[in-house]
């Protein structure tokens, strides 16, 4: 690998030894990989190592006491619950405890305790082309598809980058590794394309296709997705597969380089709504008037728009009482919701807030539930509007799923069942 002078600098040990063994492991992965050089990031979002892994509390703050700081803004990902009010997530005292050596270390390094899988929607956009380094599957296909910034998995990489502003130049960083190499034809009307839950349906289908490769969707109604839509459609995406970045023509920036008939010999699969039902089919496990007891909004995390529309829609009602009713978000977010008032409408209604978390990172994972003597499964029966919130929460937490649309979500939370709905009917439009 090439290195510059200041690189070499660094690795040499001129900034100390922590800095010098980080950049000599990004040289090794990138030698690993055939990388000619490493690139400048302008950009970082950190795993904030989770109290449910072993050992990985304990590993931060261990590097954080070792008086580093990182060069480039960087923003945290998500705790195993919300780390300023554990009592909303019924977290255990012990774990909770665990939880925060990380939310000590972080600042330590300069780290801001962001705790979030969409750092994107409070204001951490990095420009069009800048290099990145990224954690977060639902972030990282955010940053490389809607925004055309550079990133890879980073992985534990991103503790690296963060303190040398380095990245080797390989993978998604390069211009030949981001051209589509499958294509998604989309036969679908807007009605199909109006909800966030079908936007997860979509992404869903997408990955289980492209898997590793690059899909290039395209389709003749040209929709406009909110931020919710298109980060729906993006996690799903990385969730049944492992989507990196995808290209869709009229809706993110790089697609304007493809002639979409010079596509057409790639691989190729056409989308419609039969494919749409069927994946809805596999998550409707809980049949209509059947009990729900865990309702679940913002995977990833829901934007302001969202809790606002919920607080609307909550406005003298209150959720049933064998339903525990939760909206995942940022603390900034949350921050935003409690000055305008949608927190204290939601806490009237019984409606949960939490923030830094979301339930598949929380306690509630059967070997956690173990550790700690919290009866498993916690809840029976989850729905959601998120695809990806279902997919891991069916096997991690235990519960039966089911895939409806946001008002559908909070109308199951008041009645305490699942609602009846006639699918093919239902044509309306969220603008959350």
Not at 38 to 47: G, M
Not at 215 to 236: C, D, E, R, Y
Not at 245 to 268: C, M, R, V
Not at 404 to 423: F, H, N, P, Y
Request: hydrophobic share 35%; aromatic share 10%.
């Amino acid at each position: 690998m090439k290195l510059t002078e200041y690189e070499k600098k660094m690795l040499q040990g001129e900034f100390g030894q922590i800095r010098a063994k980080a950049l000599d492991y990004l040289v090794q992965f990138g030698e690993a990989f055939g990388a000619e050089k490493l690139v400048d990031i302008s950009y970082s979002h950190y795993p904030a190592e989770m109290a449910i892994y072993d050992g990985f509390c304990e590993d931060v703050e261990q590097y954080a006491n070792q008086n580093i700081q990182v060069v480039v803004p960087t923003t945290s990902s998500t705790l195993c619950c919300d780390i300023e009010d554990p009592s909303l997530t019924n977290c255990p005292s012990e774990l909770f405890f665990l939880q925060e050596k990380t939310k000590h270390a972080l600042p330590k390094m300069g780290i801001l305790e962001t705790f979030t899988c969409t750092p994107q929607q409070i204001g951490f956009v990095p420009p069009m082309g800048s290099y990145i380094s990224s954690v977060e599957s639902s972030a990282i296909i955010y940053f490389n598809s809607v925004l055309g910034a550079r990133t890879n998995r980073g992985g534990l990489f991103t503790r690296y980058s963060s303190i040398t502003g380095k990245y080797p130049a390989m993978g998604y960083l390069l211009d030949q590794n981001r051209s589509p190499s499958c294509y998604c034809e989309l036969t679908l009307s807007p009605n199909d394309l109006s909800r966030i839950d079908q936007w997860s349906i979509l992404g869903y289908l997408v990955g289980e296709y492209a898997q590793d490769q690059v899909p290039f969707i395209h389709s003749s109604n040209k929709p406009k997705p909110t931020m919710s839509q298109i980060v729906s459609l993006g996690a799903a995406m990385a969730t049944s597969g492992s989507v990196t970045l995808f290209h869709w023509n009229g809706i993110t920036p790089e697609a304007i380089q493809y002639d979409t008939s010079s596509l057409k010999d790639l691989p190729y699969v056409q989308i419609s709504k039969k494919e749409m039902l069927e994946t809805r089919a596999k998550f409707t496990v809980v049949n209509e008037n059947q009990p729900i007891d865990f309702v679940v909004l913002g995977c990833p995390h829901a934007t302001l728009s969202m809790i606002q529309h919920v607080a609307k829609k909550m406005e003298g009602k209150t959720i049933h009482e064998n339903v525990t009713f939760w909206i995942c978000t940022n603390r900034m977010t949350k921050l935003q919701s409690s000055h305008l008032g949608f927190t204290q409408t939601l806490e009237r209604a019984g409606i949960r807030l939490i923030a830094d978390t979301c339930p598949v990172e929380s306690h509630m994972r059967s070997n956690i539930c173990s550790r700690f003597g919290v009866p498993f499964p916690c809840y029976q029966t989850m729905a959601s509007n998120s695809l990806k919130m279902l997919h891991y929460s069916k096997n991690l937490l235990g519960v039966k799923p089911v895939l409806l649309s946001t008002d559908q979500c909070i109308e199951s939370a008041v009645i305490g069942k699942r609602v009846s709905m006639d699918w093919k009917e239902d044509n309306y439009n969220e603008s959350i």
